[in-house]
């Protein structure tokens, strides 16, 4: 039976480990608006880390800082050895492609592919053959409690089972790290709830680091640590 989010208790950190997510003093400004500013984490192997504060706080340009999805100006992100500032675009594409997986509060499914078509997309962007692609999608659906919606589109699924989709897709091609932006904010709280449980069994059956904007207790109680950002600083 599933647990609900406010019987959460913060799990156990996992053991000291090498990092797989390094930030040494990074900022971002954008229009001369300072948004980050000399921002500093490390996250350990399965670990999984909230980032919490206010709106405006820089939660979201963080996180997407550490994905490569926005340049920070300054400091150094590395991530698996690689640092991100040394990468050109299509470095950042395949460290993407490869190591991060994202979820998001609107699930961002595309709406003319079935849920195995959106589960499959990323093993197909790097290359993975075919019958691996068929099997690695199938276990997942089944491991997230949607495969008999495999061939529905997004349009025929409630939000619980689209985010369920979403997650298998930020999992299926197995990255290092999972960057998570609000992933209950547009659920209601008992689908949050599962969601949030699922999140915590996945990574850690998976061994995968988590790094998770919210705005929610109920959330961040599922992470080893919680770091709280106020304009642009860790507090």
Do not use: W
């Not at 008999?148 to 790290?177: F, K, T, W, Y």
Request: hydrophobic residues 45%; glycine residues 8%.
């Amino acid at each position: 039976m599933t647990k609900p989010a406010s019987d959460f208790t913060a799990p156990r950190a996992p053991l000291a480990d090498s990092a797989v997510l390094r930030a040494v003093d990074v900022t971002k400004a954008y229009e001369a608006r300072p948004v980050l500013a000399g921002v500093s984490l490390a996250l350990a192997r399965g670990e999984r880390l909230a980032l919490t504060g206010p709106s405006g706080s820089g939660k979201t340009t963080l996180l997407n800082c550490l994905g490569g999805v926005d340049r920070h100006d300054s400091g150094s992100i590395e991530l698996l050895g690689e640092r991100l500032e040394s990468l050109d675009g299509p470095g950042l594409a395949r460290l993407r492609r490869h190591r991060v997986g994202t979820i998001f509060q609107f699930f961002h499914l595309l709406p003319t592919l079935t849920a195995t078509e959106n589960v499959e997309l990323p093993l197909q962007l790097v290359g993975v053959p075919a019958a691996q692609r068929a099997a690695r999608v199938r276990a997942l659906l089944e491991r997230v409690g949607v495969a008999h919606r495999a061939d529905a589109l997004p349009s025929q699924l409630s939000g619980g089972e689209m985010q369920r989709v979403a997650i298998a897709r930020a999992l299926v091609h197995e990255p290092a790290v999972l960057l998570a932006d609000e992933p209950t904010g547009n659920l209601d709280s008992a689908n949050g709830g599962r969601i949030l449980e699922l999140l915590r069994e996945l990574t850690d059956e998976r061994r995968v680091s988590l790094v998770l904007v919210t705005h929610s207790e109920e959330a961040a109680a599922i992470c080893h640590r919680t770091i709280h950002l106020r304009d642009g600083r860790i507090l």
